[in-house]
Every structure is written in structure tokens, then in C-alpha cells.
């Protein structure tokens, strides 16, 4: 099992910016990992803010797409987030999560999330 660590939320005026950290542990050498962020605001569910594919192929959500980065350093099995112009709905708990590929059983762990508060 993949234990996962966010790190890096707090709270911002709109048009700031934070980062967002992840650190694994317990990934496989011989598995592939997608990693994600997802973002889940109050009373809503979780939703993929970005992934990065094993070979950092990334990807990302319209609602964030130019503002945010998303990045992966492997020496130090750990992901980031980089947030731009940070907006109010962008408001909430984002959560990392790390799925091995189907040769590793397609498993998916989670972080327990890290809390972000823009304000207007």
C-alpha cells in the first residue's frame, strides 16, 4: 500500500498563488503510477484537478488549465502543484492520489488532503 502526504495548502487572497506538495511512499520499483490532484469543494465530490502519467504526460481540468502546474520529482517520489492566480472557487480540499497500472493490480490510494481558502 502507497502512504501518501499532502502538503502546502493555507489561505490566500485571489490572484495568489500556493504549492502543493505529495510525498509517496511504499511505490513499487517495477509499477507505473499515475498521480493526481483532485480538488473537492464543499458539499460537492472530488474532482481531477490534474495527473501526470508515469513518463510526465500531464493533463488538467479547463477550470484550471493555465494556471496550475503540475510536476513530479521521482528521486524524491514526490508530486507538486503549482497554483496561479488562485480564484475563490478554486476553494477547498485537494487530495492527492497515486494508480498503479494494470500489471500492479490498478490499485488507487489516497492522501488525506490538504485544505485551500481563496478569498475574494
Known amino acids: 500500500q502507497v502512504q501518501l502526504m499532502e502538503s502546502g495548502g493555507g489561505s490566500v487572497e485571489a490572484g495568489g498563488s500556493l504549492r502543493l506538495s505529495c510525498e509517496a511512499r511504499g511505490l513499487a520499483k517495477n509499477c507505473r503510477y499515475t498521480m493526481y490532484w483532485y480538488h473537492q469543494a464543499r458539499g460537492k465530490g472530488r474532482e481531477i484537478a490534474a495527473q501526470?502519467?508515469?513518463?510526465?504526460?500531464?493533463a488538467y481540468d479547463n477550470a484550471v488549465k493555465g494556471r496550475f502546474t503540475i510536476s513530479r520529482d521521482n528521486n524524491k517520489k514526490t508530486i507538486y502543484l503549482q497554483m496561479n492566480d488562485l480564484k475563490p472557487e478554486d476553494t477547498g480540499t485537494y487530495f492527492c492520489s497515486v494508480l498503479s497500472n494494470l500489471f500492479c493490480g490498478s490499485h488507487e490510494d489516497w492522501g488525506r488532503g490538504t485544505q485551500v481558502t481563496v478569498s475574494s
Open positions: 501526470i502519467e508515469d513518463d510526465g504526460r500531464t
